[in-house]
């Protein structure tokens, strides 16, 4: 007896990594669907989604666009419902709506959806960095006690999850290596990034993501971020992390145990690989993405990152280290200065000067709940925005 389809909510689908599920999710209509699809602010993406797509349900997140996005899918004739704001979202998550959530929202904006996700049992797609970097014991004792299933779908820590497969594994893991490939600026000296634009930092020689994603990525913050995670999703402590500069982006990253083994995996960089294990996991499904020809690719390159010229790599470390809600700070310092920088208020090195500013502004707390971690998301958010007006 076949299945029924898992029934797919895509938080962020109307993004690079939304783009990528529903064309996964399009290559098995037997076996996936997409039944909820929520968007930030553009209606008119997420109205031509629905009308490809066919969900039941579809969200924006600007309550402004409400009325044009219930309109439009009357014009259209389509029997998606319309809804809007947070909490219709998380009602929607936690509901038999889905079974299965991409949760893809860039920033703190995607942690509710997320941890509502997890507190009901879904098997969860984790593409949203901040939830674990804001609340990463809360939403893995959440996913722990509700029985779900989180496979991470960024490109590094899936790698981790497809080398991890069981407890057995991983009592005999040494430590973690997370590949980078060094963003659009890797082999630049610290001087040579002075005067760098929002367009070149966009510019990602590999990937093909979203603007805030791409400049963390050039500044190697997404890789920080990502060292955090892997301490949440695995258990590891940073001292047991290490990242690599791989500007192949073939290997995406590597697990080494205690009897001298190295296990990596490697791909061509694409997400749809990642999404397609998420879905089908501990199966394995067609994402549409080739396999890899190494004759072609010809080389393998590993270097050290350079924290002279990326400190927002060592920042990550050390608020790890710190623990608290320093990570919350971190992420949250750095989200207001990105911004600032793609709207040339601040230039580029002025993004780790922001965050490490707030970073010895407010010391690290104990982060015992979510409030606690929220408020500090919000005391370092007005930190960091004063401080860029008073650079000005």
């Known amino acids: 007896m076949t299945a029924p389809a898992r029934k797919v909510a895509v938080l962020g689908a109307t993004g690079s990594i939304g783009a990528s599920a529903l064309d996964v999710i399009a290559r098995h209509p037997e076996a996936l669907r997409a039944s909820v699809l929520a968007a930030g602010g553009r209606v008119d993406a997420l109205l031509a989604l629905c009308e490809r797509h066919r969900p039941e349900h579809?969200?924006?997140?600007?309550?402004?666009?409400?009325?044009?996005?219930?309109?439009?899918?009357?014009?259209?004739?389509?029997?998606?419902?319309?809804?809007?704001?947070?909490?219709?979202?998380v009602e929607l998550v936690g509901s038999d709506a889905c079974d299965t959530v991409v949760a893809a929202i860039v920033g703190a904006a995607g942690l509710t959806s997320t941890l509502a996700a997890a507190r009901a049992g879904k098997r969860l797609l984790l593409a949203n960095k901040e939830s674990l970097v804001l609340a990463g014991e809360l939403l893995m004792d959440a996913a722990a006690q509700a029985g779900a299933c989180i496979v991470p779908i960024d490109s590094e820590h899936n790698a981790i999850f497809q080398c991890l497969p069981d407890a057995h594994a991983h009592a005999g893991l040494?430590?973690?290596?997370?590949?980078?490939?060094?963003?659009p600026f890797r082999g630049r000296t610290r001087s040579d990034l002075t005067d760098v634009t929002p367009e070149q930092a966009v510019a990602h020689p590999k990937w093909s993501m979203g603007p805030k994603i791409s400049v963390d990525s050039a500044t190697l913050m997404n890789k920080g971020l990502e060292v955090i995670e892997a301490h949440h999703l695995f258990g590891v402590g940073g001292e047991r992390i290490q990242v690599l500069v791989h500007p192949?982006?073939?290997?995406?990253?590597?697990?080494?145990?205690?009897?001298?083994?190295?296990?990596?995996?490697?791909?061509?960089?694409?997400?749809r690989t990642a999404l397609a294990v998420g879905f089908g996991w501990p199966q394995r499904i067609d994402s549409g993405v080739a396999g890899l020809d190494?004759?072609?690719?010809?080389?393998?390159?590993?270097?050290?990152?350079?924290?002279?010229?990326?400190?927002?790599?060592?920042?990550?470390?050390?608020a790890l280290a710190a623990g608290g809600t320093a990570?919350?700070?971190?992420?949250?310092?750095?989200?207001?200065a990105v911004s600032a920088f793609l709207q040339r208020r601040i230039g580029f090195l002025a993004i780790p000067a922001l965050v490490e500013d707030t970073l010895a502004a407010l010391p690290s707390q104990p982060a015992s709940s979510l409030a606690s971690l929220r408020d500090a998301d919000q005391r370092a958010r007005r930190h960091a925005e004063q401080a860029i007006v008073q650079r000005a």
């Open 327 to 336: 990570p919350a700070v971190l992420n949250a310092a750095n989200e207001v």
């Open 58 to 89: 579809a969200v924006i997140a600007d309550e402004r666009g409400f009325a044009a996005l219930r309109d439009g899918l009357r014009e259209r004739g389509l029997s998606t419902q319309a809804h809007c704001g947070d909490q219709a979202l």
């Open 248 to 271: 192949q982006s073939l290997v995406h990253s590597l697990v080494e145990f205690v009897d001298g083994s190295t296990l990596a995996q490697l791909g061509l960089p694409d997400m």
């Open 174 to 183: 040494k430590r973690i290596l997370l590949t980078a490939s060094g963003g």
């Open 294 to 318: 190494l004759l072609a690719h010809g080389r393998l390159d590993f270097e050290r990152p350079d924290l002279d010229a990326f400190p927002c790599l060592r920042l990550a470390f050390e």
